[in-house]
């Protein structure tokens, strides 16, 4: 079993930064792949990046790719996410989840692939 718990997320302006963090119990947190994904209202869950157990790969969706970078402390039993050059379109409830690490990227991008799920921080981006 692993708890997750979000924070860091807040209102932001465009082009600004915000890094969110996920907070992990349980000892097996090296365990697991860590993915971030985003809900806008209205709008379906979507994958937004993902970190092998031992952080030696990573995954982007097209549309954050070169502005968020995912890291992980497994020291800590912590994921980030640092956002940078944020846009309006940001803005969503963000979640992170923890999942399967035996797999190839397409399993990673799938919201079914993931066990855990926190609780979901804010981030709003103002134009």
């Known amino acids: 079993q692993v708890q997750l718990v979000e924070s860091g997320g807040g209102l932001v302006q465009a082009g600004g930064s915000l890094r969110l963090s996920c907070a992990a119990s349980?000892?097996?947190?090296?365990?697991?792949?860590m993915g971030w994904f985003r809900q806008a209202p209205g709008k379906e869950r979507e994958f937004v990046a993902a970190i092998s157990w031992s952080g030696g790969s990573t995954y982007y969706a097209d549309s954050v790719k070169g502005r968020f970078t995912i890291s992980r402390d497994n020291a800590k039993n912590t994921v980030y996410l640092q956002m940078n050059s944020l846009k309006p379109k940001d803005t969503a409830v963000y979640y992170c989840?923890?999942?399967?690490?035996?797999?190839?990227?397409?399993?990673?991008?799938?919201?079914?692939?993931?066990?855990?799920w926190g609780q979901g921080t804010q981030v709003t981006v103002s134009s």
């Open positions: 349980g000892r097996t947190f090296s365990s697991y792949t």
């Open positions: 989840a923890a999942g399967h690490p035996l797999g190839v990227k397409e399993n990673f991008l799938s919201p079914v692939w993931y066990d855990y």
